[in-house]
């Protein structure tokens, strides 16, 4: 592990993306920190100023469902503004040029999609896409702000937001498409996440153990850094299109 932003280490991880047949990246909220999205666990992060036990979980959805649509509708509409940075752009291009490319991300912003990633695997939903009680059927959604309460055109059924609540299992077919790029990639990239949410607390751990060589973008050390090959600090927006 080495801690720096040296030249000599940008140059370095640098070579390695220019010949790397097979890369995985794993993003967190730090890398749309700079779009102007709240991080969740930051100063101003989203878990300091609410409650998740009352908004992201399925017991405060059958609790009180208007007041969980009003939270995602107040997130859509900060959302619906907001573009993606040179981050999410510079991982795009990277997609571009890489044979073997996936990018597993935490976000639900819809970020990567918008910057041009196209190979995306959401770990923990869409905040623009619903997911019918009912018939279970997922449908995009853009509407800002959507209505409360919203309802399935199929079945008539409650739809909630397509996000992995507090409590809730991650889909198995998300997370053994995951499993599998972190077992087969030369190179992973894990960006402004804090490592402390499972699974993807352990996903750089999976890889590095798979062979990987893996590098971590971040403000600050995190719980992954004694594990990376390479910690470098900064933020996303300007450290990425470096490497990339
Ligand atoms: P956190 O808010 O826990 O952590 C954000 C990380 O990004 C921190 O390590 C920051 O140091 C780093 N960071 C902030 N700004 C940055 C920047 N400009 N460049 C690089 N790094 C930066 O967010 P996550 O790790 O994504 O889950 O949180 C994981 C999960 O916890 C989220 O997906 C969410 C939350 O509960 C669900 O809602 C299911």
Known sequence: MQLNRDNNVIEDVRNRLSVASSVTILTGAGISAESGVPTFRGEDGLWRNYRAEELATPQAFKRDPVLVWEWYNMRRE????????????????????VGDF????????????????????????????????????????HDVPIDILPY???????LRPHIVWFGEMLPD????????????????????????????????????????????????????????????????????????
């Open 78 to 97: 900060r959302l619906s503004d907001i573009e993606p940075n040179q981050a999410h752009y510079a991982l795009a291009r990277l997609e571009k040029r």
């Open 152 to 158: 399935c055109v199929d079945c008539g059924g409650l």
């Open 173 to 244: 077919d998300v997370l053994s498409s995951a499993y599998s790029a972190l077992e087969i990639c030369k190179i992973m990239i894990v960006v402004g996440t804090s490592g402390i949410v499972q699974p993807a607390a352990s996903m750089a751990y999976t890889a590095k153990r798979a062979g990987a060589y893996v590098i971590e973008v971040n403000l600050e050390m995190t719980p992954n850094s004694g594990i990376v090959d390479r910690t470098i600090i900064g933020k996303a927006a300007e450290i990425l299109p470096l490497l990339i």
């Open 102 to 141: 996936t990018l597993i991300t935490q976000n639900v912003d819809g970020l990567h999609e918008k910057g041009g990633s196209r190979n995306i695997i959401e770990l923990h939903g869409n905040i623009w896409r619903v997911r019918c009680t009912g018939c279970g059927g997922i449908k995009d959604n």
